[in-house]
């Protein structure tokens, strides 16, 4: 499946910068030190990009990370404030558990997940983190799930329905479980 291409210069684009690592790299002087930085970028209304920068001054990575996100940014299908359905990523040893949530609920995520769903626009969602809780994996599986993430028509073109009938079917279940 081929992704499309978002031209960043279209969009309003706000910059986090979810973490900033000080790595070091022994050579025959001592330590060299530079910074590492992972770098997410949204419009609040259904895009996001993650980036990745390293240089040796914290704002040059910040920089770079962030042209990184930029090149990097996909599309995310919303209802409403939500998510459409649920969906379990794993990326390397981290698994991530997004799930769409009432209105009014908030974003109930951890440290990695919070910023990506932020800036992608969603303000109702429930996650979860297993396994390790690194801070870029754990941006990077959400933003993986995400982008996995398929939209209520393109659910609906899938199984020959209207989108009405596939949500009203979702409520049907839902009333049911609930009862």
Known sequence: MKRERINPDTLELDERVVL????????????????????????????????????????????????????????VPLVHSTIPHEIVTKFAATKVMLRPAAPGTGVIAGRGVRP???AAGIKDLLSKV??????????????????????LQEMARRRDMTPQELNARRMRRETTEAA
């Open 116 to 118: 990506v769903v932020e």
């Open 130 to 151: 297993y396994g390790s809780n690194n801070p870029v994996n754990v941006v990077k599986a959400t933003f993986k799930a995400l982008s996995e993430m398929t939209s």
């Open 20 to 75: 900033i690592n000080r790595v070091s790299k022994v050579v025959k002087g001592g330590r060299r030190f530079s910074f590492s930085t992972v770098v997410v970028v949204g419009d609040g209304k259904g895009h996001v990009g993650i980036g990745m920068g390293k240089a040796a001054e914290v704002p040059d990575a910040i920089r770079k990370g962030a042209e990184a996100a930029k090149r990097n940014l996909i599309r």
